[in-house]
């Protein structure tokens, strides 16, 4: 059964930082390309990130220069740092994984609140 699991969401004041992590099944990660998506409340899931199995990245506009996407291939693990956190960041952040012609997967979500 595929998983993903989200761990690092928190609260942090405006400016702080946090990392994402998202550690998925060894039976789809080196074959998928990973991001993450974030949803706040009345509004529609936006893509944050998207993070190539070769490593090329795609970000959104609003986090470009503040947030990095990285892969751990040997640890089957996706990341977001995030940086100069703005309270419109706060979100629940999703993993997924993407792949054409199969599936998408997604985790639970972890919560990311930017507030003073």
């Known amino acids: 059964q595929v998983q993903l699991v989200e761990s690092g969401g928190g609260l942090v004041q405006p400016g702080g930082s946090l990392r994402l992590s998202c550690a998925a099944s060894r039976s789809i990660f080196s074959t998928y390309v990973m991001g993450w998506y974030r949803q706040a409340p009345g509004t529609q899931r936006e893509l944050v990130a998207l993070i190539g199995t070769g490593g090329s990245t795609n970000y959104a506009d609003s986090v470009k220069g503040r947030f990095t996407i990285s892969r751990d291939n040997a640890k089957n693990t996706v990341y977001l740092q995030m940086n100069s956190l703005k309270p419109e960041d706060t979100a629940l952040y999703y993993c997924?994984?993407?792949?054409?012609?199969?599936?998408?997967?997604w985790g639970q979500g972890t919560q990311v609140t930017v507030s003073s």
């Open positions: 997924t994984a993407k792949k054409i012609s199969a599936r998408d997967y």
